[in-house]
């Protein structure tokens, strides 16, 4: 073995060993997707990043007592219950971790809340504003009482986006005129594509609305630091009947059933335009209808004094135009997002050793834990989640008016 050098001998250890901070125990309701997503996270976070409390993974919650049991060998949670309210009653869980379909965040989440509980809960925060009011007031009373409650937001824990929002926050775009976003998938394409929970209103609420807009949404109000006032929207379901589901869900597919159809009851896709509150201007798309579009998020700010553009597809890079530089000079450059002063990278790889998706959930947890132990203000809040869908209402509301368009006139 290597013999330590003088200097390594000397300096403090750069994690502190994660038995020797308390524990935070998390129990975690869903075991699918996002439940694996968010499994990591907690796994992770205390093992990289120096932390006042350890995530122990106490408890994960489904209703299929075969799977669940073997969701929590294969992620590694010490048991498994089948019944939330058992989970939320566990003296060795104080954070409810909600990795569900939005029709049941709210029952979930205020119980958890009423219990103790701190809360994570999956976005879109609810299916309704009024169950989003409904848990905002409940996240407002627990504050109260020293819990926390976070809705699971992750991109904007991507190094490059939480930067971004630095620099703009700093004035480096100066007076902000356009957010441009588009969250594009295409895992729809396909009409024979069997009809899953993220095709069911009573189940998800709404579509790619919902489900990608709801993460655009988030990241123009907090890249830009301000709200948006008012949409003007246009939505489409293109394929309305699909065959049933036969068998578990893979990933976000599955297998179909040969005969039976059912009807598909939200959107694939959801344009729309918004005014933020300064004025500048914003546009968004949502679909899961763009052939070869696999996790296509992408932004683009443009200021009085510079733009940012992100691709999630490459979301170690941000690029950054200075309209402040000499015309002859300025343009476009990449930042590679991965020095050790790029926020979260500090734990990480060296210069160009590139994170991905998974680490926005283990950043979500270290953030988690740090609000905890450290008693500040939860970001994204439920009051975040909150704007965010009512928003999205906002966005319903004007494509159902918006069903006739302002005609085009021709000349024949
Ligand atoms: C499916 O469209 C999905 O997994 C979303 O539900 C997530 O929120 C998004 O991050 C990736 O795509």
Not at 2 to 13: D, H, I, L, V
Not at 60 to 74: K, L, P, Q, S, T
Request: hydrophobic share 45%.
């Amino acid at each position: 073995r290597r013999e330590e050098t003088e200097q390594e001998a000397a300096a403090p250890p750069t994690y502190r060993p994660m038995t020797s901070a308390p524990a935070l125990g998390v129990g975690m309701v869903g075991y699918a997707f996002m439940g694996a997503a968010h499994s990591q996270g907690w796994r992770t976070a205390g093992h990289v990043f120096e932390l006042p409390m350890r995530p122990a993974l106490a408890a994960i919650c489904g209703r299929d007592r075969r799977a669940v049991e073997a969701a929590a060998d294969r992620h590694g949670w010490a048991a498994a219950e089948t019944d939330w309210r058992a989970l939320i009653a566990r003296d060795d869980v104080q954070l409810v971790d909600i990795c569900t379909p939005g029709d049941s965040h709210a029952e979930i989440a205020i119980a958890a809340l009423e219990a103790g509980k701190h809360v994570l809960c999956e976005k879109p925060l609810a299916n309704t504003v009024a169950e989003a009011e409904a848990m905002t007031e409940a996240a407002e009373r627990a504050a109260a009482r020293g819990q926390v409650a976070v809705v699971g937001f992750n991109y904007r824990k991507v190094p490059a986006i939480t930067y971004a929002r630095k620099l703009i926050a700093e004035g480096r775009l100066g007076t902000l005129r356009h957010v441009r976003a588009t969250y594009l998938q295409d895992w729809l394409v396909d009409p024979g594509s069997p009809l899953t929970w993220r095709l069911e209103r009573e189940h998800a609420g709404s579509g790619a609305l919902g489900d990608l807009g709801a993460h655009i949404v988030d990241l123009a109000q907090f890249l830009a630091g301000e709200l948006l006032v008012g949409v003007s929207a246009v939505t489409e379901t293109f394929v309305r009947e699909r065959p049933l589901r036969a068998g578990p869900s893979a990933g976000l597919s599955g297998v179909a059933d040969r005969g039976a159809r059912g009807a598909v009851t939200v959107d694939d896709a959801a344009l729309f335009t918004g005014r933020l509150a300064s004025g500048a201007l914003a546009s968004f798309e949502a679909t899961r209808m763009a052939a070869g579009r696999k996790n296509a998020l992408r932004l683009e700010i443009n200021g009085e004094l510079g733009s940012l553009a992100f691709d999630l597809e490459r979301l170690n890079e941000l690029s950054f135009h200075d309209h402040t530089e000499p015309a002859t000079t300025a343009g476009f450059r990449r930042i590679l997002v991965t020095e050790p002063e790029h926020p979260y990278l500090e734990a990480w790889w060296p210069p160009g050793h590139a994170l991905g998706y998974e680490h926005t959930f283990i950043h979500q947890a270290r953030d988690v834990v740090r609000t905890i132990a450290e008693r500040t203000a939860p970001t994204p809040s439920f009051a975040d989640g909150l704007q965010v869908q009512r928003v999205l209402a906002a966005v319903e509301e004007s494509a159902a008016k918006n069903s006739v368009h302002t005609p085009v006139h021709t000349t024949a």
